[in-house]
């Protein structure tokens, strides 16, 4: 019995060390997965956060040009219609960033999905391209 028992414990014991490094493995995967999705979302932000400076700036540069208008009543169109642009750029962009918003969070739980499949048997999930 003592031989039998002896075994049990190294299969706990590999089986352990098994799931820790598993475990490790699944980690850097994770951190290695989170960190370029980080970086893809903090791209489409600064290309959001680019396009609607710039789309801001141009309605500025053609408000100015009709604020030189003598007439008033053409300063306060040139008022509206900068306005309803404003409005319009950061609709825009707010949808934008809900969008990038909603992406990365659905990437993230696909990633913890595939890192606790790791965790769980130990092997990094297979993709096939076939598809």
Same mark, same amino acid.
């Given at each position: 019995?003592d ?13 352990? *060390? ?5 475990? *490790?493995?699944? =980690?850097?995967? @994770? $951190?290695? $997965?989170?960190?370029?999705? !980080?970086?893809?979302? =903090? ?8 396009? @609607? ?12 040009? !009709? =604020?030189e ?7 306060? !169109? ?14 825009? *962009? ?8 909603? $992406?990365?969070?659905? *990437?993230?739980?696909?990633?913890? @999905?595939?890192?606790? !499949?790791?965790?769980?048997?130990? $092997? ?8």
């Amino acid at each position: 019995m003592d031989s039998y028992s002896g075994r049990g414990s190294r299969v706990a014991a590999s089986g352990t *060390a098994i799931s820790s490094e598993a475990e *490790a493995m699944a =980690d850097a995967w @994770e $951190k290695e $997965k989170l960190a370029k999705i !980080k970086k893809q979302y =903090d791209e489409t932000m600064e290309t959001i956060a680019g396009w @609607e400076t710039e789309k801001k700036a141009k309605a500025r540069r053609q408000k100015q040009l !009709k =604020d030189e208008s003598e007439s008033e009543r053409k300063r306060a !169109k040139a008022l509206e219609d900068y306005n309803e642009e404003m409005s319009r750029i950061n609709k825009v *962009a707010a949808a934008s960033r809900l969008t990038a918003e909603e $992406k990365r969070r659905n *990437a993230e739980r696909k990633v913890r @999905e595939k890192a606790d !499949k790791i965790r769980s048997t130990g $092997k990094v999930p297979r993709t096939c391209g076939c598809f």
